[in-house]
């Protein structure tokens, strides 16, 4: 009916994934579908450190979420989503322009099994999201997580918004801390977040995690050892295995975002998208925590 539709997604280097699946891996049929959307007429881009998941419609309609666009992020898992306000729409159409126009990936086609990607460098300027959040709850993580040295296009960018926000809400906490995640990786390397759990915890905070520590995944083992961790600073555990949600909340504040409690991707690498939650959107974030935890 004329909708323009601009799709910003990760598209993985296809060799990898196919080696994948010869040794055993799941069939990832993510680009497939991305060469389907494109000959329905949606203009498909890459960004390689792309996790975030937002839609936004004609500038005055959006939702930020946890979920995927996959048969369990849709129908299985245990996700967290946002109606987005005005200001918050406004900031995040920027980002999401920016991020289009400089996008790593171009081009995506191929047949007979075989994807060709079309790479591009157009760094992004590590001033272009300043004054993001000044005027809204959005929050980012906007950083290269590539280690080849190379770095992606977003190399230049050191955007932490999310993991200063979360950090914030910890240590401004009297009375309850709920920590809500897919999972917990490389602690090690946010000292600063363990540090304010652990003053937070000493000074007679109730705080309790949630995440998926049921369900086996490849990251299971070292996400619980991240979570005997924190156990070991005062918190309590609980979970499930479809938890794919993530939020923290104290007494008073909260923000909902789109990263894991991890450094390797989230918190202080990669695109990931959180909102700040106040007055009665923070009293439906708590009743949807509490629910978890009842």
Request: proline residues 2%; negative net charge.
């Amino acid at each position: 009916r004329g909708v323009a539709v601009f799709i910003l997604s990760n598209i993985s280097d296809p060799d990898a994934k196919r080696q994948e699946q010869e040794e055993g891996g799941h069939v990832d049929t993510h680009q497939t579908n991305l060469k389907e959307l494109r000959r329905n007429g949606a203009h498909c881009m890459g960004l390689d450190d792309l996790h975030a998941k937002f839609i936004i419609c004609d500038g005055d309609d959006g939702l930020l979420m946890s979920a995927d666009y996959s048969p369990n992020s849709v129908g299985r898992n245990i996700e967290t989503g946002v109606r987005l306000g005005q200001a918050e729409i406004r900031d995040l159409e920027f980002t999401f322009d920016v991020l289009y126009m400089n996008s790593d990936v171009q081009g995506l086609s191929g047949g007979g099994g075989r994807t060709q990607i079309s790479r591009t460098r157009s760094i992004v300027d590590k001033e272009a999201f300043a004054d993001c959040g000044k005027d809204s709850g959005i929050r980012l993580t906007i950083a290269s997580s590539n280690k080849s040295g190379k770095g992606t296009n977003l190399k230049e960018c050191k955007v932490f918004s999310i993991y200063d926000t979360i950090l914030d809400i910890i240590r401004r906490s009297k009375e309850t801390l709920d920590i809500v995640t897919w999972h917990f990786k490389a602690l090690n390397r946010l000292p600063e977040f363990c540090a304010a759990v652990k003053d937070a915890s000493e000074r007679g905070v109730r705080i309790r995690l949630y995440s998926n520590c049921k369900q086996p995944h490849p990251g299971l083992e070292k996400s619980m050892s991240c979570i005997r961790e924190l156990e070991g600073l005062g918190c309590t555990n609980y979970g499930d295995d479809c938890n794919h949600s993530k939020c923290v909340m104290s007494e008073s504040e909260g923000i909902l975002f789109t990263a894991n409690i991890d450094v390797n991707h989230g918190m202080k690498n990669g695109f990931e998208v959180g909102c700040i939650r106040e007055g009665e959107d923070l009293n439906g974030m708590r009743n949807f925590v509490e629910s978890l935890f009842a």
